[in-house]
């Protein structure tokens, strides 16, 4: 079975800093996708970035981008010029290729971003 | 324009009542859709998915139970409530494989 682990509950950054969050994950599979997901306090689920496993190149979105590390199965996000805006709940989840695709997601990490 | 419709957005139910929970989705066809629970301070678990019209598959053993009667609705349903099913659910849906998963808005259930 699949795990995903977030190993910081709570982190704060300054804003215009930038903020490293961790996930690491267990799978046996070799094709997948790797996701990080916002919930601000609406609750609302809102897609930051994706992952392709089978891309080597990182996954960039404005200033959120991933350090995709397949074999140390490692994906973390990296917020640049933090906004107070992306304060919220930050999930990164996983999904096996093919199928379902179903999601397993891991406890989430609580970010604040501070003024 | 996709989008996914869930209510209500709040709820509160007494032990032992029966609970339906509506999810519709817009703009796609034959999506793939998800029930997830997520209990307070936790990430999301999912209870149930689907992946056609009539055809649902359950992830954990529970009191609750998951219908597709057309192919853009997915319904969440209980016949009895129990204090444990108190949390916040989440719909989603998905259409080509590789895509992510795109939530509605949630149901906050909580049981008296």
């Known amino acids: 079975a699949q795990t995903v682990t977030q190993s910081q509950p709570e982190m704060s950054v300054q804003e215009a800093e930038t903020v490293t969050l961790s996930c690491t994950y267990d799978?046996?599979?070799?094709?997948?996708?790797l996701f990080w997901y916002k919930q601000p306090p609406s609750r609302q689920m809102i897609l930051v970035i994706r992952q392709e496993a089978y891309k080597q190149q990182n996954a960039t979105e404005n200033r959120f981008s991933v350090n995709f590390q397949k074999a140390a199965k490692s994906f973390s996000l990296k917020i640049s010029d933090s906004q107070l805006g992306d304060t919220a709940m930050y999930f990164c989840a996983f999904s096996p290729q093919g199928g379902s695709e179903k999601l397993v997601f891991g406890k989430g990490t609580k970010l604040t971003v501070n003024p | 324009s996709q989008t996914i419709h869930q209510w209500p957005a709040t709820l509160v139910q007494p032990v032992g009542s029966p609970l339906s929970l509506e999810c519709t989705v817009e703009g796609t066809s034959n999506p793939n859709l998800y029930w997830y629970r997520q209990a307070a301070g936790r990430g999301l678990q999912l209870l149930f998915y689907s992946v056609g019209i009539g055809q649902i598959s359950s992830e954990v053993p529970q009191n609750l139970s998951a219908s597709r009667p057309q192919d853009r609705q997915f319904i969440l349903s209980s016949k009895k409530l129990l204090l444990s099913d108190s949390g916040f659910y989440l719909c989603?849906?998905?259409?080509?494989?590789?895509?992510?998963?795109?939530f509605g808005d949630g149901t906050r259930l909580s049981i008296l």
């Open positions: 989603a849906w998905r259409d080509y494989a590789g895509q992510p998963q795109h």
């Open positions: 799978t046996s599979e070799n094709n997948y996708y």
